[in-house]
């Protein structure tokens, strides 16, 4: 029903094709230049956060931001106005991105401030996915997810060994430093561990002592030992992952796998895969 009133009204088709297509020049040139819009929109809010530059420029950011919102406002009603079923649109990941990307601005009249939350816009830069065609890299992303998920549980014994650790030279050290040297409890200790462990070294926190130096010293050692251990996890998991792919891809005429994952044809007999 929807599709039939799409072609008896051609204004709905035409800008249907223009704002949700990105097959047609002029589709592919709308969503470029709301990308552009959205960026920014964005450089403008972070421009106001600066209070140098509001103080100055105040009144002209934020008379763009509202012409931004405007814009993006008649943008989301005329989605709303040509999508062929404007609930399931509403509704989608895209469509609910779009009306928060508009309503903190109005919000903002009853509680001011909440207008920063309007970062949340350069999520609707995802669409530049559909933009560039770079739909179809989403299989490297999955195997990398896919990657990350079997490798949780060794990643969580690690971080809880890391903690453990993190509490042990932390009360060390709360012992040896002790509140005189800004060591003044063991959660702050902790802190200082996971600072140091991390090779972070803010320098908030030094040990003074002779005894408290050794124990920092065998922190940093003990820091770079570990530090490569969720990469070494993890890439064990992703090149088991790409073996998998790779023996799933089997071809039908010699029955040989271990193609690439991106290969069209077979390596072995030169057949489409």
Known sequence: ????????????????????????????????????????????????????????????????????????????????????????????????????????????FFFPGINYLLVIRLFRVLRIFRVLKLMRYLSEANLLMRSMSNARRKIFVFFSFVLIISMVFGSIMYVVEGPENEFTSIPRSIY???????????????????????????????????????????????SQEIQRERASAICNACQKSGHEMDASYCKYCGEKL
């Not at 996971?194 to 940093?220: E, F, K, N, R």
Request: proline share 5%.
């Open 1 to 108: 029903m929807n599709q039939d009133l799409m072609h008896r009204n051609p204004l709905r088709q035409k800008m249907y094709e223009v704002i949700f297509g990105t097959e047609t020049p002029a589709g592919k040139r709308f969503d470029v230049i709301l990308i552009y819009v959205i960026i920014l929109s964005v450089f403008a809010l972070m421009l106001d956060s600066v209070g140098g530059i509001s103080s100055v420029f105040g009144f002209e950011i934020r008379l763009a931001e509202w012409i931004f919102t405007l814009i993006f406002t008649v943008e989301y009603a005329a989605r709303i106005y040509c999508a062929p079923q404007p609930w399931r649109y509403i509704r989608s990941f895209y469509g609910i991105i779009d009306a928060i990307a508009v309503l903190p601005t109005y919000i903002s």
């Open 192 to 238: 200082w561990m996971i600072v140091t462990i991390t090779t972070v070294g803010y320098g908030d926190i030094i040990p003074q002592t002779i005894l408290g130096q050794i124990v920092a010293s065998a922190a940093m050692l003990t820091g770079y030992s570990i530090i490569a251990v969720p990469t070494g996890i993890l890439t064990a998991e992703l």
